[in-house]
């Protein structure tokens, strides 16, 4: 979620929306948005992924910093340069998405959207269950260039039904639209 543009707008058009943030920094700037706004999104200050376990993340601002590049362990070669030292990584809850939504009773989301900085494989494992069922219609997601496979991410979304639109193509990243 970052700090909220996004959750922000979708929640002036639905309402239920939420926001998964793992970095404490930017889930500060999210809830401070979240208030100024009146917004009634439900903030969840963990990564998604697909298993459920604490995990690093770093960016390329380091440490303890509002970033929005921040990425899980394995995946934290940043897509940007910054000036901060990417040794600095933080210790973050990690969980399945699947478990999350059922374990904090959400409604199955009819929208999702990742953006994830390499870890969209393992999110959409983690969500398995939930992208199987009908009621969840529409996927966004970023995948970063060097760290995901556009043609797996593709792949692992068809089997759930899915079509599959590119909507935004940048020197690091595509944006699909996915659809059932």
Same mark, same amino acid.
């Given at each position: ?9 979708? #929640?002036?058009? #639905?309402?239920?929306? %939420?926001?998964?943030?793992?970095? @404490?920094?930017?889930?500060? %700037? ?7 706004? +009146? ?20 960016? @390329? ?18 897509? +940007?340069? /910054? @000036? /901060?030292?990417?040794? *600095? ?10 478990? $999350? ?11 999702? +959207? ?12 983690? $969500? ?5 069922? *009908? =009621?969840? +219609?529409?996927? %966004?997601? =970023?995948?970063? *260039?060097?760290?995901?496979? *556009?043609?797996?991410?593709? =792949?692992? $979304?068809?089997? %759930? ?7 935004? =193509? ?11």
């Amino acid at each position: 979620a970052n700090i909220g543009i996004n959750s922000i707008f979708a #929640s002036t058009e #639905s309402k239920d929306v %939420y926001s998964i943030e793992p970095h @404490p920094v930017n889930c500060s %700037y999210l809830s401070l948005n979240r208030s100024i706004n +009146k917004s009634k999104i439900s903030i969840y200050q963990c990564a998604l992924s697909d298993e459920s376990r604490y995990i690093k993340i770093a960016g @390329p601002r380091g440490g303890l910093l509002a970033d929005g590049s921040a990425a899980l362990e394995g995946y934290d070669v940043p897509n +940007k340069a /910054g @000036p /901060g030292d990417i040794s *600095k990584k933080i210790d973050v809850r990690a969980e399945r998405g699947d478990r $999350l939504i059922n374990d904090q009773n959400m409604n199955i989301p009819n929208v999702i +959207k990742i953006d994830v900085e390499g870890a969209e494989y393992r999110v959409i494992k983690g $969500l398995s269950k939930t992208l199987k069922r *009908k =009621e969840c +219609k529409i996927l %966004y997601c =970023e995948i970063h *260039k060097g760290r995901s496979k *556009k043609e797996t991410i593709e =792949e692992e $979304l068809s089997k %759930y039904g899915f079509s599959i639109e590119v909507i935004d =193509e940048r020197d690091y990243c595509t944006t699909i639209k996915s659809k059932k």
